[in-house]
């Protein structure tokens, strides 16, 4: 089952990839860089939400556990990602990679990373209720 979910990282993958790119081409140069950041920050993890929830009912999360298991897994695999992708393929320097790692600067990048985290927890728990309501 952990494949699957190791799989739909894929999805999110690509759901960041589309995120990003409607930042760059639709408001960064009217909002500017951070304010465009923090908006897509919000809209990645509203697009994170949704397909995490589609997954979760699509693949149940058998247990807190496994649900824990997968959002370090995610974690780690967005973080490698990042900074592997972006500093070796397009040649991003690090301090620009950890500079989105700076909450006091107003990147909340984290949050994204904080809620790839949880959120599979988070929806087991979703499940759990609706399980316990229609009984």
Do not use: C
């Amino acid at each position: 089952m952990i494949w699957r979910y190791i799989l739909g990282w894929f999805i999110l993958l690509i759901a960041a990839m589309i995120n990003g790119a409607a930042r760059d081409a639709l408001y960064k140069d009217r909002l500017g860089d951070l304010t465009a950041h923090q908006l897509s920050t919000v809209t990645g993890i509203i697009l994170f939400g949704i397909i995490i929830r589609w997954m979760s009912r699509v693949w149940p999360i058998k247990s807190a556990k496994q649900a824990w298991t997968i959002g370090f897994i995610w974690l780690a695999m967005t973080v490698a990602f990042e900074f592997l992708f972006f500093h070796y393929v397009t040649g991003h320097p690090w301090s620009e990679l950890l500079g989105n790692y700076n909450i006091l600067e107003g990147r909340v990048w984290v949050a994204v990373l904080l809620w790839t985290l949880i959120a599979p927890y988070v929806f087991r728990r979703v499940q759990q209720r609706q399980e316990r309501g229609t009984q």
